[in-house]
């Protein structure tokens, strides 16, 4: 029987983790992201690519979504870390591999992985079990957010410093909160430094997807309801932007999943783009 205190990760996090494998090995290069690290942390069963939800041609627009989005916070954070911002907080970290695949920029910073304590606990051993470790710039942040505990007050005790700039990434997460819980979270951020930049995903009403997509989004959320985690909160850009400024950032932009497509996918001849349902928010203090 699992421990408690050493949690599996959340399935979504799986899942995210083996679609950014999937993405190497069954994508043609050139590959947004290389990341089959996260494969190693979940150490699956070896038929894993046979899970219904990694069919290679049904998950397209979500796995090259994934890599997208990652790809974009790492040239966000690399860009903020050159003109010397020094922490980066990732809310909800999940399986994140930046820390362990990009040590030549992780090292120059402060990185704070906040997620909740079982499955933290979990992804500590697996990195100490592969032998990567937690350097002493790394630290992870357990928080319990079912008991109502503060991410922020937390991450003082980590050593965050409230006066000086951050990063703070958020993603695949904002669909799983209510919207008064995303106003605070970015009341929360936007009292950070002058100069912290937020970006972080948002889903998009149906009607704003793109027209071939809604049957299977149609399907995902379905599926996220009988799962125990149904999708709570859809923002049009506009809303969410106004949202960003109503908690005080001072300046709020939009970034389209066919703003990524243009970034990282042109000239791709296999077709691969990310699914339209899925946006940023990129917020300034």
């Known amino acids: 029987m699992e421990n408690d205190q050493t949690a599996a990760p959340d399935s979504t996090a799986v899942r995210v983790a083996l679609w950014r494998a999937m993405h190497v090995q069954i994508d043609s290069p050139p590959h947004v992201l290389e990341d089959e690290l996260g494969l190693r942390l979940v150490a ?14 049904a998950t397209r627009g979500y796995r090259a979504g994934i890599v997208a989005r990652a790809h974009f916070i790492e040239d966000l954070v690399t860009e903020r870390a050159n003109g010397g911002v020094a922490q980066y907080v990732i809310l909800g970290a999940g399986l994140d591999t930046f820390a362990q ?3 030549e920029i992780a090292s120059r910073l402060r990185i704070f992985e906040v997620d909740r304590p079982g499955p933290q606990a979990w992804k500590r051993q697996r990195l100490i ?3 990567f470790g937690i350097p002493e710039w790394l630290r992870l942040v357990p928080v319990d957010f079912e008991a109502h505990a503060s991410w922020s007050e937390r991450l003082a005790v980590a050593g965050f410093n409230a006066s000086r700039p951050a ?15 995303i106003a605070a979270t970015l009341r929360q951020i936007a009292a950070l430094a002058p100069g912290s ?23 995902v959320q379905k ?27 001072t300046q ?34």
């Open 223 to 249: 599926s996220a309801r009988a799962s125990g985690t149904p999708f709570l909160s859809f923002f049009s850009p506009p809303d969410i932007m106004a949202l960003a400024r109503d908690a005080g950032f």
């Open 197 to 219: 930049t937020l970006a972080m995903t948002f889903i998009l009403p149906e009607h704003l997807v793109d027209t071939d997509e809604r049957e299977q989004i149609q399907a």
């Open 129 to 131: 079990q592969l032998g």
């Open 167 to 181: 990063v703070v990434a958020s993603t695949g997460v904002a669909m799983y909160l209510t919207k008064d819980a």
């Open 44 to 57: 699956p069963d070896a038929d894993w690519r046979k899970r219904p939800d990694m069919d290679p041609e």
């Open 101 to 103: 695949r990009r040590p």
């Open 252 to 285: 709020a932009k939009h970034v389209s999943a066919n703003d990524l497509f243009k970034r990282y996918f042109t000239g791709r001849t296999d077709g691969l783009r990310p699914s339209s349902g899925e946006a940023f928010l990129v917020a300034t203090t």
